[in-house]
């Protein structure tokens, strides 16, 4: 990894209400929002919209498609908006940065997530030891 290498995008989707439904499951993130699509709309939504949670998970299997779990030394993200029902999920990453640490060399890479329709909807940073 050196810097501005753009890592693999990893596509996930489309949300279906299925995907909902599974992943509220396996979360037990039972919010009604995500699951329920005349809930969602007494609340003003469109829709149902997925798990910020959900978005997260898919860019985990991303870094840990572009790392080793071991080599994945920090992450963090913040929710920047909702994904809608039937969106794609892309998850994206770029090296900003490579620096020496005590253990080695890193690398930071600035991550997110995008529906396909362009609208962000996870924006963060992690950091990867890359020796």
Not at 51 to 59: D, E, T
Not at 104 to 128: F, P
Request: aromatic residues 6%; negative net charge.
């Amino acid at each position: 990894m050196t810097d501005g290498d753009t890592l693999p995008e990893l596509v996930r989707g489309p949300i279906t209400r299925g995907t909902l439904a599974l992943f509220a499951g396996a979360s037990h993130d039972h919010v009604l929002l995500h699951i329920d699509s005349d809930f969602a709309k007494a609340a003003g939504m469109n829709d149902v919209f997925a798990h910020g949670m959900l978005s997260m998970a898919y860019l985990a299997q991303a870094l840990r498609d572009w790392a080793p779990g071991a080599r994945i030394r920090h992450w963090n993200v913040r929710f920047t908006a909702i994904t809608p029902l039937h969106s794609t999920v892309h998850c994206f990453g770029e090296v900003v940065e490579t620096f020496q640490e005590d253990s080695g060399r890193s690398a930071r890479l600035k991550v997110g997530a995008r529906t396909d329709q362009g609208i962000r909807t996870l924006d963060g940073e992690a950091i990867i030891a890359i020796d």
